[in-house]
């Protein structure tokens, strides 16, 4: 089975605070993502990485950076957390190739700012 | 803007029914779909995948997918109090999935 693990299921945080969420796959997959998910807004791509070391920009990528040092493990930084960035954070991974390309996500992580 | 569009719901349906949640998709280039479910304060978990028109069964559930009308469609049958969750539908296209908000099924005994 796959899995994906982040590091908190729940983390409270000051405004200006520096956040870093992890999220590690044992599937060597290629692709890693990071979302957040609103009610009534859904599911929104923050980051992506095809690869150690790249990243790209999903819809939101602002105030958020990220880091991809080894193929398993994808972190996600708020470089100065604010309150409108208390949200579910969803890390998910997939495969490369293939006529599939489904996402398996991790447990979430429950983050609030105050 | 790509988009996929969900009516949110909620559906409410007696346990032993056919559940049927739709999804329509704006790019044409949209390659593969998925359905996920989603438990409140859970993340999602992948039911099925379709790429190719027509019906795709697994179990109690069906996909059904018509890509002339960009129009993909989740069938449960013999419906459970367990099934009661949000479903979210995804297109994938080019690089990244994109999500509809979702659809939250209540079966009810």
């Known amino acids: 089975d796959v899995k994906v693990t982040q590091s908190s299921r729940y983390l409270v945080k000051r405004t200006g605070e520096k956040v870093f969420l992890e999220c590690v796959q044992d599937m060597d997959h290629e692709n890693m993502f990071w979302y957040r998910q609103d009610p009534g807004l859904g599911l929104r791509l923050i980051y992506f990485?095809?690869?150690?070391?790249?990243?790209e920009k999903g819809d939101i990528p602002e105030g958020y950076s990220v880091s991809r040092e080894k193929k398993e493990r994808f972190s996600l930084i708020l470089e100065s957390a604010s309150t409108n960035q208390t949200s579910m954070y969803l890390c998910?991974?997939?495969?490369?190739?293939?006529?599939?390309?489904?996402?398996?996500f991790g447990p979430g992580t429950r983050l609030t700012v105050t | 803007q790509k988009e996929v569009e969900q009516n949110s719901g909620p559906l409410s349906v007696p346990e032993g029914a056919i559940a049927s949640l739709n999804c329509t998709y704006s790019?044409?280039?949209?390659?593969?779909f998925f359905w996920y479910r989603q438990y409140s304060g859970k993340s999602p978990e992948l039911i099925m995948f379709?790429?190719?028109?027509g019906d795709k069964e697994d179990g109690r559930f069906t996909a059904q997918l018509n890509k002339a009308s960009q129009y993909v469609s989740l069938l449960i049958r013999d419906s459970q109090p367990s099934d009661s969750a949000t479903y979210l539908c995804a297109a994938y296209n080019t690089d990244k999935l994109i999500f509809g908000t979702g659809t939250r099924l209540q079966v009810f005994p």
């Open positions: 990485s095809y690869d150690v070391k790249m990243k």
């Open positions: 790019d044409r280039g949209s390659q593969s």
């Open positions: 998910a991974s997939s495969f490369i190739g293939g006529s599939s390309y489904e996402q398996y």
């Open positions: 379709i790429y190719s028109n």
